[in-house]
């Protein structure tokens, strides 16, 4: 069964400086990796995706992921945050499976990002 | 482009009260998914469908059950309903077929125990 961390509960950063969260998987085989962004009360936003192919993947708001196969990790970097970006963020991997049927997604805990003026 | 259709988006019931959520899923989608949010929480997987039939289980209570229908529509039903409960509940669909593994989720069902 896959399964997803996010060692780090909240994080500060200053406007304008950049992001990196971090991210690890469990799982057998290459999996399906997502970032969502989720504000208070809303809904799931997908920011970015990966599923073969490129390593670094490019999503939007300005979000990109790098999938490292050997360290088990799908970090999420920005370059710049705005303040805009203050929200929970979420780790999801999910399973490959055959034709048939779809997997489930498994999320992390969640790393909740703040942004100092 | 059609997106997956939650009803309703806020519901308020009273403890041992019975709920039933809706799922719409985007048309040619044949999985649909529930998720449980509690406040603070991750979402945490409940149950799945594919082709009408339960493919997988969470986390899901014996309190709860949930079917898809013949138009791969999905109900979520919440039976003597606790404070616990109070959450959001999103529904999630995706095609079969070797794809990327994304799931499409709705805007969620608020559910409030009182």
């Known amino acids: 069964a896959q399964s997803v961390t996010q060692p780090d509960i909240h994080i500060t950063v200053s406007e304008g400086a950049s992001l990196e969260l971090r991210c690890n998987y469990s799982?057998?085989?290459?999996?399906?990796l997502f970032w969502y962004v989720q504000s208070p009360g809303q809904g799931l936003q997908l920011l970015l995706k990966y599923f073969s192919g490129d390593t670094l993947v490019q999503g939007i708001k300005g979000f990109e992921a790098e999938f490292k196969r050997s360290q088990s990790s799908f970090n999420l970097r920005k370059p710049s945050v705005h303040w805009s970006d203050a929200a929970e963020y979420f780790c999801a991997v999910g399973a490959r499976k055959g034709y048939s049927s779809a997997s489930k997604i498994i999320f992390g805990s969640g790393t909740r990002l703040s942004i100092r003026p | 482009a059609a997106g997956v259709i939650q009803s309703p988006r806020h519901l308020i019931k009273e403890k041992r009260e019975t709920a039933t959520l809706k799922c719409y899923p985007i048309?040619?989608?044949?999985?649909v998914y529930w998720y449980q949010q509690g406040p603070g929480q991750d979402p945490q997987f409940l149950i799945s469908f594919y082709e009408k039939m339960q493919s997988d289980k969470g986390s899901i209570p014996d309190r709860f059950s949930a079917q898809q229908f013949s138009d791969y529509h999905s109900e979520l039903n919440m039976s003597s309903l606790e404070l616990g409960d109070s959450a959001l509940y999103f529904c999630a669909s995706s095609p079969s077929g070797r794809g990327t593994g994304e799931l499409f989720f709705g805007e969620g069902s608020r559910l409030t125990v009182l």
């Open positions: 048309p040619r989608h044949d999985t």
């Open positions: 799982y057998g085989a290459t999996p399906y």
